[in-house]
T-cell receptor, first 113, second 114 residues
Framework: KAGVTQTPRYLIKTRGQQVTLSCSPI?????VSWYQQTPGQGLQFLFE???????NKGNFPGRFSGRQFSNSRSEMNVSTLELGDSALYLC????????????FGPGTRLLVL | DQQVKQNSPSLSVQEGRISILNCDYT??????FLWYKKYPAEGPTFLIS?????DKNEDGRFTVFLNKSAKHLSLHIVPSQPGDSAVYFC?????????????FGKGTHLIIQP
């Protein structure tokens, strides 16, 4: 079974631009969660989508948004990029059942200049 | 306020010996704990988990111990192998899926010396 895939793997943007990242979950998984990893803050939860609906949300500003499609693929969008948005963005998938292990993709490394 | 803490940023262990990675948490609502391993340029890989109804869970060379009263868990790797060199993250969750997703520690970089 193929794992979680994320595209692109690397991205360079400038301040003020917007960016869209994509995540394809493991086949059969309907829940996708997004995390931001930075050296200072570690791994922080952004949001979770299940069956095309945002089910949970972390403590990030409204510039961070996401959506999920009927095939469970998810996209994350960051508008008006700031230097501090430079990070590794990880997505993880599960079938959506409670207390199920999350399986992570390789991440998208975003650099904002 | 960090709810999950890994106080050792790095740990060096000789090959063949036991590696012990520690994790403390402050939120008493957490009742499900996981360990992930991460290599550079890759996403975290799930290693082992433990529910708060248990105090020990074992999977091959990996054992996780949970001390609820101390709000402390540890991951034991024995024997340690060179391929175990990676960053290890402790993560915690609440029953029913917490609204905050998984809460991670900042990681411990384990280095296995030959």
């Amino acid at each position: 079974k193929a794992g979680v895939t994320q595209t692109p793997r690397y991205l360079i943007k400038t301040r003020g631009q917007q960016v869209t990242l994509s995540c394809s979950p493991i086949s059969g998984h309907r829940s996708v969660s997004w995390y931001q990893q930075t050296p200072g803050q570690g791994l922080q939860f952004l949001f979770e989508y299940f069956s095309e609906t945002q089910r949970n949300k972390g403590n990030f500003p409204g510039r961070f948004s996401g959506r999920q499609f009927s095939n469970s693929r998810s996209e994350m969008n960051v508008s008006t990029l700031e230097l501090g948005d430079s990070a590794l963005y990880l997505c993880a998938s599960t079938t959506g059942r409670v207390d199920e292990t999350q399986y992570f993709g390789p991440g998208t490394r975003l650099l904002v200049l | 306020d960090q709810q999950v803490k890994q106080n050792s940023p790095s740990l060096s262990v000789q090959e063949g010996r036991i590696s012990i990675l520690n994790c403390d948490y402050t939120n008493s609502m957490f009742d499900y704990f996981l360990w992930y391993k991460k290599y550079p340029a890759e996403g975290p890989t799930f290693l082992i988990s433990i529910s708060s109804i248990k105090d020990k869970n074992e999977d091959g060379r990996f054992t996780v111990f949970l001390n609820k009263s101390a709000k402390h868990l540890s991951l034991h790797i024995v024997p340690s192998q060179p391929g175990d060199s990676a960053v290890y993250f402790c993560a915690a969750d609440r029953s029913g899926g917490g609204a905050d997703g998984l809460t991670f520690g900042k990681g411990t970089h384990l280095i296995i010396q030959p």
